[in-house]
C-alpha cells in the first residue's frame, strides 16, 4: 500500500509467535467496510460512502455465475463515452482511462453477494478497539500532532475522531483496497444493481482524473469505488476533498495530512460540534418504556434525566449539557448496554450509517487517552439472527398485520415499529430489538 507503518511485534518467546501473528492480522483488518447498515443497501444514503457491506460471513458462490447484459460492454462503454464528454470529460482523458477495461465479474458478484450471517455489535467493537489499532492510533496522533491542530483550527473536529475515522475506514492507510476504481466503477454501472449511481461515480471517478490529482492506474479503492485512506466515493470526494498540505494534489491516497483535512470537511458539514461529546453510556430505572430507544426519538439531556436516566457509574447527567438533543440506543436490545448519543454522533453517522460504525468510532476516539471502556454487560450468549432468520422475521410479522415492511433481511425503521408492537402484544420489553426468542414465538403462532 502507499502508506504504510512498520510493525513492532513485543513477542517475548518465539514459541508464542504464530498465534499472535494471527491475532495481529485479525486486528489489522478495517472495521468500516464490515459495519452492518441502518438500513436497505438499496436506498440511496447521505454518507460520504456507498451503503456499508454486512458485518457478516456471506453464503457460498456460485462458481456458474454468469451476468447476461443487455448488450456487450463495448457498446455500453461506447454510449457511456458519449455522456461522459457532454459532462464535460476530454475525449483523451476517457479514452486513457478506459484503455484495456475490461467488467471484473468479481465486483458484480460483491454487488450481488446477500450476507447470512452477522456479527454481533459487541465482536464488531472487539476489533474495533483492537490493542494494535489504539497503540497505533496514539502513536499517530503524536506525528500528527502539528497537522492536526491545524485542521482542528480550521474545520472544528476534534482530532481524536479523525483518527478514529482513519483507524476504522483503513486501519491507518494501510488497507485501502486494491481495485481499480475505473474498472469496478465501470463494471457496476454496466451491469450492477444502480447502474445510474454507478455511472454518476464513474463520472466524478474521470473529474478526479481530468482535475490531475491522481492518474487512472493509481486510482485504486474498494470493489464499491471508495478511495483512499478514509474511504471516499467519487463524488464525496469532488465536493469534499481538500489540497491540505499544499502540494497541489488532494491526495487522498498518499497524504495523511489530506486525508484527515478531507473527513474534517465532511464531518463538519454534517454538523459536528467540537469540543462536544458524541454521547454516552448510561443506566436506565426498571420499568423504562423501551419504545423510547429510537432514533427518531430525540429528547434534551434533562428530559431524559427526569426519566430517571444517569450515568454509567451512577451519577447524573451532566449539567452543561442539560439542554442538549439525544436519543436513546440500545445496540443490544434492553438485555445489553444503553447509550444518550447527541449531534457528533449522528455526524458520523452522515458518514457511514450504521450504528455499530458511530459507535466504534465514538469509543475508539476516546480508547486513545484511556476512556471508551463500556461498563454494561452484552448479552454475549445471544445469537444474532442470520439474513433468512430476519426475513422470516419479516414475513411473520406482516402476516399478523404488524406491517414490517419488504422482506429484505434489514432492519429498518418498518421492522422495528413492527417488532415493538408484537413485543408490546407479548407483554415483552418493546426495544424494537429482532431477537431468536421473537422469531420462535412467532413461529408458534
Partial sequence: MPFSFPRRWPVRQLIAASSFFILVACAEQPTAAVATPLQ????????????????????????NFEIQPAMSFSEWQSMFRAQALSAGI???????????????????KADRSQPEFTRPVWEYLDSAMSAVRVRKGQALLAQYADALTAIEQRYGVDRQALVAVWGMES??????????????????????????????????????????????PS????????????QFIPTTYNTHA????????RDIWNSPTDALASTAHYLQSSGWQKGQPWGFEVQLNPGFDYALADASTRKTIAEWQQMGLKLANGSTLPAYLQQQQAALLLPAGYKGPAFLVMDNFRAILKYNN?????LGVSLLSERFSGGGYVTGNWPRGDRPLSRSERIELQTL???????????????????????????????WPADGYPTQELLNQLRGQ
Fill in 397 to 427: 410479522l406482516s402476516a399478523r398485520q404488524y406491517d414490517a415492511g419488504a422482506p429484505d433481511g434489514i432492519i429498518g425503521a418498518n421492522t422495528r415499529k413492527a417488532i415493538r408492537s408484537a413485543q408490546q402484544s407479548f407483554g
Fill in 40 to 63: 436497505s443497501a438499496s436506498a440511496p444514503q447521505a454518507s460520504k460512502n456507498v451503503p456499508a457491506a454486512s458485518n457478516a460471513v456471506a453464503q457460498p458462490d456460485d462458481n
Fill in 171 to 216: 486501519s491507518f492507510g494501510q488497507f485501502q483496497g486494491t481495485q481499480s476504481v475505473i474498472r469496478s466503477l465501470a463494471t457496476l454501472a454496466y451491469e450492477g444493481r444502480r447502474p445510474q449511481f454507478a455511472q454518476d461515480q464513474l463520472i466524478a471517478a474521470l473529474q478526479i482524473i481530468q482535475h490531475g490529482d491522481i492518474d487512472a
Fill in 90 to 108: 476530454r475525449p483523451e482523458v476517457f479514452d486513457n482511462a478506459f484503455a484495456g477495461v475490461t467488467p471484473d465479474m468479481s465486483v458484480v
Fill in 242 to 249: 481538500v489540497d491540505f498540505d499544499g502540494d497541489g494534489r
Fill in 219 to 230: 486510482m485504486l479503492g474498494s470493489w464499491a469505488g471508495a478511495m483512499g485512506q478514509t
Fill in 354 to 358: 450504521s450504528s455499530s460504525y458511530a
